[in-house]
């Protein structure tokens, strides 16, 4: 079963404004990621926020992480048109859990 | 340095065939997953590896198998395949436990008619 979910499943945007998408999940976790799949593409990892954080920065995005509401957000600034991607959560869980669960992603358009 | 790879990109099967789907990755990670990915669905993982010599069963693991005889390579075969198996296939790699950052290899697009 999931358990992250991303909101909204598609985002349209003009070039140059900012995006925000947003990822909740049900269970505890060690960390959430953030990953990026251009069309016919792998998916490419983005940022990574541990649980223990509450932000973290990493070139145009920003990540939130709000373990008592169970959310976070992916901030993009400044968008450019190459950032036309679905980007999904995943959520990573330790001990004998070896493996991340993926949301089903939103899908952001930026139109020149 | 070409991180993870699959082949083949593209297969059409018939109902019934077989075939065994490659992932190599040369970056020395211990751990190693076979994702499907559907419209709407998400990723959903089917099998993962956490080394080499070990496999275990992930969220949908009917009707797959697979084997990590070697620490870089991990197979996905279909033995007997169904059209419900039409998928895209990802394979990934980790070099720590399931929840550090996983890097993916390019896809299979399989179609099973």
């Known amino acids: 079963s999931q358990q992250g979910e991303e909101d909204p499943q598609a985002l349209s945007i003009q070039e140059g404004e900012n995006a925000t998408m947003n990822c909740s999940y049900k269970t505890s976790i060690n960390n959430l990621q953030w990953y990026r799949q251009n069309s016919g593409r792998g998916l490419v990892h983005l940022i990574l926020?541990?649980?223990?954080?509450r932000e973290k920065h990493s070139g145009r995005l920003r990540v939130t992480l709000d373990t008592s509401k169970k959310s976070s957000s992916l901030l993009i600034t400044a968008s450019r048109a190459a950032d036309t991607a679905s980007y999904f959560c995943a959520t990573g869980s330790g001990g004998s859990n070896y493996k991340l669960t993926f949301g089903k992603g939103t899908l952001l358009t930026v139109n020149p | 340095n070409a991180g993870v790879t699959q082949t083949p990109k593209f297969r059409v099967l018939k109902t019934g065939q077989s075939m065994t789907l490659l992932c190599a990755q040369d970056?020395?990670?211990?751990?190693m997953y076979w994702y499907r990915q559907d419209p709407g669905m998400g990723l959903r993982l089917i099998h993962y590896s956490v080394g080499e010599g070990t496999t275990a069963k992930g969220e949908v693991p009917d009707g797959y198998n697979v084997s990590r005889l070697k620490k870089q390579n991990f197979l996905l075969g279909l033995e007997s395949a169904a059209p419900s198996q039409t998928s895209v296939y990802f394979c990934a790699s980790s070099l720590l436990a399931g929840s550090d950052t996983q890097y993916f290899g390019p896809g299979t697009r399989l179609t099973v008619l």
């Open positions: 926020i541990r649980s223990n954080e």
């Open positions: 970056m020395n990670h211990e751990y």
